[in-house]
């Protein structure tokens, strides 16, 4: 009847509750599965790892695998370049997205829209596509086996530039024209004014660079030829060789390069997730 108000089951709300928990711990329990499978190899022996039994789901107080992983290859040199390329190209990255952000997104000049669409279509064009021309650039550019050619390709990102720009139109305008009117330059308001309200979008954007750049492996394994500049996942491949791969050692190797990422991760969990939502919000917006 007009007007009377719907009643609601007393078990619903729970029954809804049930089932979304139930959800989320198989959807994480997916997630979790491969990493635990990794570290379980990992202390397995070579015969234990290729035959399956259920004693093999649980983890053995077996270490030496790791030890010998360490020593198949000069991790630490492994480690200092990832870190140095991934900081490098977050750095870069969060510039160049804030800069182009604002001026596709506040800045007014002729042809903006076009440029913008231009920018937006390089996201069409598969990197594999254009591998082979950017190894030729880079020859003649005398960039290969360098820390710069792991850089500067990825020191922009188009998702980045759309994010950011995502984020500023939603910004009130008054703010920028009451800075203008006190007498701050572009750069001023961007940094003063702008930078402080796309934060949450930085966030996110800085967390997705430094993954990519952790877990790049093809383009630094086409890229570069020594070990002087190469990072962990290429460093992965010394595992595989003409006699097969040896999966307890990677699987070992795998686990102590996986380590750092979910330090990081899980230190910034909840900046990332609250960015994240923020970020959907000015998407959205």
Same mark, same amino acid.
């Given at each position: 009847m007009p007007g009377r108000r719907a009643t609601r089951r007393p078990g619903t709300s729970t029954t809804g509750r049930v089932v979304r928990l139930v959800v989320a711990a198989l959807v994480?329990?997916?997630f979790i599965a491969p990493l635990y499978w990794v570290f379980v190899t990992s202390t397995l022996n070579t015969s234990q790892a290729y035959s399956f039994s259920w004693a093999s789901l649980v983890p053995h107080p077996n270490?030496?695998?790791?030890?010998?992983?360490?020593?198949?290859?000069?991790?630490?040199?492994?480690?200092?370049?990832?870190?140095f390329i991934a900081v490098c190209t977050v750095v870069l990255a969060l510039l160049t997205s804030l800069l182009a952000g604002f $001026?596709?997104?506040?800045?007014?000049?002729?042809?903006?829209? $076009?440029?913008? /669409?231009?920018?937006?279509?390089?996201?069409?064009?598969?990197?594999?596509?254009?591998?082979?021309?950017?190894?030729?650039? $880079? #020859?003649?550019?005398?960039?290969?086996?360098?820390?710069?050619? #792991?850089?500067?390709?990825f020191?922009?990102?188009?998702?980045?530039?759309?994010?950011?720009?995502?984020?500023?139109?939603?910004v009130p305008k008054e703010l920028f024209e009451a800075a203008e009117l006190d007498g701050c330059g572009p750069l001023r308001i961007l940094f003063w004014v702008g930078l402080p309200m796309v934060r949450p979008a930085l966030l996110?954007?800085?967390?997705?660079?430094?993954?990519?750049?952790?877990? $790049?492996?093809?383009?630094?394994?086409?890229m570069t030829s020594s070990n002087a500049v190469r990072p962990i996942e290429v460093g992965l491949s010394v595992f595989s060789s003409t006699n097969g791969t040896d999966y307890? /050692?990677?699987?070992?190797?795998?686990s102590f390069t996986t380590i750092p990422?979910?330090?990081?991760?899980?230190?910034? #969990?909840?900046?990332f997730i609250t960015g994240a939502f923020s970020a959907a919000g000015g998407v959205r917006g």
């Open positions: 994480g329990l997916a270490f030496s695998n790791y030890d010998r992983a360490w020593h198949m290859a000069p991790w630490e040199r492994f480690f200092t370049n990832t870190i $001026a596709f997104s506040v800045m007014r000049f002729r042809g903006r829209g $076009a440029l913008f /669409g231009l920018v937006l279509s390089v996201m069409m064009v598969p990197q594999s596509v254009l591998l082979i021309p950017d190894y030729i650039i $880079a #020859q003649h550019l005398h960039l290969l086996n360098t820390y710069w050619i #792991q850089i500067l390709p020191g922009a990102s188009v998702f980045g530039i759309f994010l950011v720009r995502q984020f500023f139109l939603n996110v954007l800085g967390l997705n660079v430094l993954m990519g750049s952790w877990n $790049a492996f093809l383009w630094p394994y086409v307890t /050692g990677l699987c070992a190797s795998v990422v979910l330090v990081v991760f899980l230190l910034l #969990q909840k900046q």
